[in-house]
């Protein structure tokens, strides 16, 4: 039986970010997630549709197919996301799914809430990645297009990136 690999994400107010970094993972070969679970507010700028389509050209390009879901949140209520990627990452866990943790896109207050929750419940992600842009003017554009030195792919859990 396959070991399930899921990686949470945050949509934020430019694709780029989110897209960008699940690129950059599944490139370097170390994680390549079964379940992709986009989490969203109604103050995100992207469609739900163009992020699980993008989530599923990149995937295809690296071989896998994982489940796409999305996530829906209430607008501003950080709490609450915390809670909701607590809640997820404990039902993953009972379900013996290793858990990698994107924390480039999405707001920051959203991923402290999230990191917290997760470090108070004991919960430890196997990679939580954050894709470091070097130059920030111009820089909108997908990952193959940006020069890779630009953009390093960081494992803040201590994993390989």
């Known amino acids: ?4 690999r899921a990686y ?3 949509a934020g107010r430019s694709i780029w ?3 960008n970094t699940y690129h950059a993972v599944l490139r370097e070969g170390v994680y390549a997630p079964t379940d992709v679970f986009i989490l969203m507010d109604a103050a995100c700028r992207s469609s739900p549709a163009g992020i699980v389509e993008g989530i599923g050209i990149i995937s295809e390009r690296y071989g ?3 489940r796409i879901s999305t996530v829906d949140l209430p607008c501003g209520d950080y709490a609450a996301a915390g809670e909701a990627v607590l809640r997820l990452a404990e039902r993953l866990c009972r379900e013996g799914s290793a858990i990698a943790l994107d924390i480039t896109p999405g707001r920051k207050a959203a991923i402290v809430s999230a990191c ?3 470090a108070s419940a004991g919960i430890a992600p196997a990679h939580i990645y954050y894709l470091g842009l070097l130059v920030e003017e111009g820089m909108a554009l997908p990952y193959p297009m940006i ?4 953009q390093p792919l960081h494992d803040l859990a201590g994993g390989q990136a």
């Open 17 to 19: 970010a989110l897209l």
């Open 116 to 118: 917290t929750a997760l």
């Open 147 to 150: 020069p890779l030195h630009l």
């Open 8 to 10: 949470i994400t945050f």
């Open 1 to 4: 039986m396959q070991e399930r």
């Open 64 to 66: 896998t197919n994982p």
